[in-house]
T-cell receptor
């Protein structure tokens, strides 16, 4: 079945540590997105990528980095510069601008 | 800027009750409108969508009509089930843009 796979489901970070969240899709979608979800709030866009080797900052990119070396993969690194990283992170993709975004099942990041 | 305002939650109903979750929007361009549903511990699933005024999206007994004159996209269901318990997000995207703009979500609990 085609879909978006996020891993791990749960992730713990120590102070001062960088962690990388994986997002893989086999839908052959061009565009991919990372959102952050905090309790009682909607989703906020961190980064997005429309094509391989290109990505753009979203509304809350500070403290995060991404890469898009392959069409299927869009990993998100939460750096030590992100002072409040505890959240639920959702990856999404879509085929083109006329199609809705489809989401993975998310990664919950917590601070030890 | 673009924004989505949803009915404050949580909402608690009995099984077979009628459901309405209000959603209004402001948009600088011409938006497509969406309802997403999030079950506990999972990502978002697209529930329904509408891309132009007076369009009605429907799925799994849920309906919403794109009302340009009132800038609204209220979600309705005639008879809810316990399995409908989830968080519901209203969202918009300006056609041709990359970013989904989300409301804050409405938590729905259905009691047997």
């Amino acid at each position: 079945d085609g879909g978006i796979t996020q891993s791990p489901k749960y992730l713990f970070r120590k102070e001062g540590q960088n962690v990388t969240l994986s997002c893989e899709q086999n839908l052959n979608h061009d565009a991919m997105y990372w959102y952050r979800q905090d309790p009682g709030q909607g989703l906020r866009l961190i980064y997005y990528s429309q094509i391989v080797n290109d990505f753009q900052k979203g509304d809350i990119a500070e403290g995060y980095s991404v890469s898009r070396e392959k069409k299927e993969s869009f990993p998100l690194t939460v750096t030590s510069a992100q002072k409040n990283p505890t959240a639920f992170y959702l990856c999404a993709s879509r085929r083109d601008l006329n199609q809705p975004q489809h989401f993975g099942d998310g990664t919950r990041l917590s601070i030890l | 800027g673009d924004s989505v305002t949803q009915m404050e939650g949580p909402v608690t109903l009995s099984e077979e009750a009628f459901l309405t979750i209000n959603c209004t929007y402001t948009a600088t361009g011409y938006p497509s409108l969406f309802w997403y549903v999030q079950y506990p511990g999972e990502g978002l699933q697209l529930l329904l969508k509408a891309t132009k005024a007076d369009d009605k999206g429907s799925n799994k007994g849920f309906e919403a009509t794109y009302r340009k004159e009132t800038t609204s996209f209220h979600l309705e269901k005639g008879s809810v089930q316990v399995s409908d318990s989830a968080v519901y997000f209203c969202a918009l995207i300006i056609q041709g843009a990359q970013k989904l703009v989300f409301g804050q979500g409405t938590r729905l609990t259905i009691n047997p």
